[in-house]
């Protein structure tokens, strides 16, 4: 089975603001197929920070809390070890919410595949 091209594009960048320092924020446009979601890096001091937004849910890197997304009832789903938009794609899930789990998105499962479910 042949894996249809996932496209990562840069939509724009900035820097914000953050105290005395200026942190800087990058968009990526990312397209699954005609379907398309949104990436955002942010460069911290100790890691980036990765998030890919789609419709229903969204992938999020280990910085950010499974457990604040379970409260709120999101559909979210961890992807350790990332350090930009492609490889949240590429890499597995590690752990998921109760409605990603609806949606279908298990662990192990690649980041790509999750994404299409948020979509």
Do not use: D
Request: proline share 6%; with cysteine.
């Amino acid at each position: 089975m042949r894996r249809k091209p996932v496209g990562v594009r840069r939509m724009t960048a900035r820097w914000t603001p953050l105290g005395s320092r200026r942190v800087p924020v990058a968009l990526r446009r990312v397209s699954l197929g005609r379907r398309r979601a949104v990436g955002v890096e942010i460069q911290l001091p100790e890691a980036p920070l990765v998030l890919v937004l789609g419709r229903k849910g969204y992938l999020m890197c280990g910085y950010l809390n499974l457990e604040a997304a379970e409260r709120f009832h999101a559909a979210a789903a961890i992807v350790r070890g990332v350090r930009n938009v492609r490889e949240i794609l590429e890499k597995g899930v590690w752990k998921v919410t109760r409605r990603a789990r609806r949606l279908g998105v298990r662990p192990g499962i690649p980041g790509r595949e999750a994404l299409k479910r948020f979509l």
